[in-house]
């Protein structure tokens, strides 16, 4: 959802998404105090030019500057704050220029928890979080990475500092050395042309844009919700009284200079439950280092939602993951390929006794899927697929009906493939996905994954064999298709489930064990 002041990663700051610096650069010595907006430490850049300044908060009193909602945890006493190193920094050239940093080297120690804000003023807090506030470079990683722009013959004040919520007892420490690296890169705002929004009943609110960036780093929208007066919206209610700029990355990234339609999606009112009231929009792009383009205006249409197989058009759209194509909701064209491709398994009915057994080896394609599950637990699975496709035969008499198990857990597929699996009846139909036809992991540390669908009914199935993370190489699994008898009263069965099930209750633990009848 829309997130107060910019989009935001662990500990609330907003995410970097910054690239590796080059090595061997000119570089700034340790500092023997640190910096104070009244005496700073001071590092002019040069265009294209990496720069590095190395400092140590570890003995620093408490910090002077209040940074607002950034790097704090609560309120936080001022004589509690996290030793503050200021560095003024001297943008070369003229016009907007991009400008990068990362802590996240040898320099800098892994559990320092560390915190950036950007400054134009050393004196004010911005007012935004987004592209001044910076935190964790990513999921796991402590340390800080950054873009934003600034102009050129301008000073921009970096605050180095920790996380107020650290120290020691846990997550990280809130002092100690750091070895910070910054670049500049020319860098031009992005152009926007269109932009749509339109309600999607109560499931999702969305935003589209068309326009284009030069350097190709289009990373999303900002935009303020107006109601049917013109007044802008509070859409988070944590914060009643921000009304934006709310930004939100694009659902996928443009692909290069130009975008059409680029979407943002939003989530319905669940979540936002003041997602009626909005009435329109004002939208900007921004890139990477948070250049933004004009803004633009656009009302909000209200239009419903329309599954797989049935009519779209303006007022009627697909629900995702289809695509309206020729008036009809269809699959997206990889995973309709993928269903194209799907491997045929033959499975032969049961008898009585014992389960009848398939196996089948899959290679698992490296890099990113096409297809997710319906389940929650499937529809995190992000690597590549394959689909194997199979007919549940009609049971033969006495037999009354089968399970499926369907796994990985076997030989030839190792308990580090983190294998997910799911089963719809129909392939290009997500919704179509049977209820607990989805599995992740096993668990114990076994990545790998079993389906157990009981009376199964007789017909047509796709298995997606998928992975949660994409795979580095392509890589081979072996997937165990079992039908397990379902037997009527009065027949014998095993105590353990494992050979046959009875259809009526359990059956019993005996010298001689009888399916019972119904109670």
Do not use: W
């Not at 049917?228 to 692909?255: Q, W």
């Not at 009627?316 to 491709?341: D, H, I, S």
């Not at 007919?391 to 030839?412: K, Y």
């Amino acid at each position: 959802m829309p997130m107060d002041g910019g989009p935001m990663a662990q500990d609330g700051m907003p995410p970097s998404d910054a690239r590796p610096m080059m090595p061997d650069s000119p570089m700034m010595p340790p500092g023997g105090t640190l910096g104070t907006c009244a005496m700073p430490r001071q590092i002019s850049l040069m265009m294209g030019m990496e720069a590095v300044i190395r400092g140590d908060t570890t003995m620093g009193p408490p910090g002077a500057l209040d940074l607002g909602r950034c790097g704090v945890l609560g309120t936080v006493d001022p004589t509690m704050r996290p030793p503050q190193d200021v560095i003024a920094v001297q943008i070369p050239g003229s016009g907007e220029v991009g400008i990068e940093f990362s802590l996240v080297n040898d320099g800098t120690p892994e559990n320092f928890d560390t915190v950036v804000q950007v400054r134009t003023n050393c004196m004010t807090a911005p007012e935004e979080l987004a592209f001044s506030c910076f935190d964790d470079a990513r999921r796991g990683e402590l340390r800080t990475e950054g873009r934003f722009m600034a102009r050129g013959g301008s000073t921009v004040y970096l605050i180095v500092t920790g996380f107020a919520g650290s120290g020691g007892g846990g997550s990280g420490m809130n002092r100690g050395p750091y070895e910070l690296r910054i670049r500049t890169h020319p860098n031009t705002a992005p152009t926007l042309t269109n932009v749509t929004a339109r309600r999607v009943g109560d499931r999702r609110f969305e935003i589209a844009v068309t326009g284009m960036d030069a350097e190709s780093n289009a990373l999303g929208i900002g935009f303020r919700a107006l109601n049917a007066g013109g007044m802008p919206i509070a859409l988070s209610e944590r914060n009643p009284d921000f009304t934006g700029p709310y930004f939100e990355v694009f659902d996928t990234m443009p692909a290069g200079t130009s975008f059409t339609n680029q979407l943002v999606t939003l989530p319905g009112s669940s979540e936002l439950p003041r997602i009626a009231d909005i009435n329109r929009v004002q939208v900007f792009v921004f890139d990477a280092f948070g250049a933004r383009s004009m803004m633009m205006e656009a009302g909000v249409s209200m239009v419903m939602e329309v599954g797989y197989g049935q009519s779209c058009n303006e007022m009627n759209v697909c629900r995702p993951p289809n695509v309206c194509e020729g008036g009809r909701c269809e699959a997206p064209p990889g995973v309709r390929n993928l269903c194209m491709m799907a491997t045929t398994v033959t499975l032969t009915a049961p008898g009585m006794t014992m389960p009848s057994t398939t196996r089948q080896m899959v290679t698992i394609p490296r890099g990113e899927g096409q297809a997710v599950g319906n389940a929650p637990r499937c529809s995190r699975a992000m690597g590549a697929e394959r689909v194997l496709k199979f007919t549940v035969p009609r049971p033969n008499a006495p037999v009354v009906g089968h399970d499926l198990i369907a796994t990985t857990q076997v030989e030839g597929t190792s308990m580090m493939t983190d294998t997910i699996l799911y089963l719809r009846r129909n392939c290009a139909d997500s919704e179509s996905e049977l209820e607990g036809g989805c599995h992740d992991d096993i668990g114990g540390g076994d990545l790998r994954s079993t389906i157990e669908v009981r009376g199964i009914p007789e017909g047509e199935y796709h298995l997606f064999v998928d992975s949660f993370m994409p795979l580095m190489a392509d890589t081979n699994v072996t997937v165990e298709l079992r039908l397990r008898p379902v037997l009527p009263p009065g027949t014998p069965c095993d105590p353990m489930g494992q050979m046959n099930r009875c259809s009526m209750g359990m059956c019993p633990m005996a010298a001689l064990s009888v399916c019972p009848a119904a109670p």
